[in-house]
């Protein structure tokens, strides 16, 4: 069936540390990748979104590109914050037999002053 | 603007309780969930809706009951609580149900329900 899978966390990076939180995903079609952002007491918020192969979302300094040939769609921020430190999740949406947003499990990034 | 609002923030059940966790949006999205949130499982679909009238499940349905009398509102009814009902809940909803604007669409989020079941 169709899954998302993410690397466990957490992720304790130093201010200024380059970031990469690495997304896999398996699907029966053609789905829309997104990465959301939640932080402590809050609902998810969008992060970024890419629609089609080869496309890159970006927003806020991350970015992640589409890749179909390797079914990833990687996280980074060349440069994270302290502020950045919260719960990151990878998820795809796809309408095939129902429209349904299936997400990974979240990888908790701490990011040290 | 309030987006999606969730009531109540907290709330703590005796087996076999029942309750209902109020969802409402003022974006006038067609497309409506919930959602579970556990340690190290991510987020798991209950229901869905997918305009007025019109539910179908998600993942983990069981001991869950919805509706959707309005395009607004979007109840989530637990019907006997049991402790393996503990978790987080979200509410989110979306602009469209089912071309291809929806599945390019994302997800907007209410702050959750925390929900203990002793």
């Known amino acids: 069936g169709d899954s998302v899978t993410q690397m466990e966390g957490p992720v304790t990076l130093s201010e200024e540390a380059f970031l990469t939180i690495n997304c896999t995903y398996t699907?029966?079609?053609?789905?829309?990748l997104f990465w959301y952002v939640q932080y402590p007491g809050e609902g998810l918020q969008l992060l970024l979104k890419a629609t089609k192969a080869d496309d890159k979302g970006s927003n806020k300094g991350f970015e992640a590109t589409y890749r179909k040939e390797t079914t990833s769609f990687h996280l980074e921020k060349g440069s994270v914050q302290v502020s950045d430190s919260a719960v990151y999740f990878c998820a795809l949406t796809i309408n095939t037999g129902g429209f349904k947003t299936i997400f990974g499990a979240g990888t908790r990034l701490f990011v040290k002053a | 603007n309030a987006g999606v609002t969730q009531t109540p923030k907290f709330q703590v059940l005796k087996t076999g309780q029942s309750m209902t966790l109020q969802c409402a949006q003022d974006?006038?999205?067609?497309?409506m969930s919930w959602y579970r949130q556990d340690p190290g499982m991510g987020l798991r679909l209950i229901h869905y809706?997918?305009?007025?009238?019109?539910?179908d499940q998600g993942e983990v349905p069981n001991g869950y009951n919805v509706s959707r009398s309005t395009t607004e509102d979007f109840p989530l009814r637990l019907l006997s609580a049991a402790p393996s009902q503990t978790s987080v809940y979200f509410c989110?909803?979306?602009?469209?149900?089912?071309?291809?604007?929806?599945?390019?669409?994302?997800?907007?989020f209410g702050n959750g329900t925390r929900l203990t079941v002793t």
């Open positions: 809706s997918v305009g007025a009238g019109i539910t």
């Open positions: 974006m006038n999205h067609e497309y």
């Open positions: 989110a909803s979306s602009y469209g149900a089912g071309g291809s604007s929806s599945y390019n669409s994302p997800l907007h």
């Open positions: 699907a029966t079609g053609y789905p829309s």
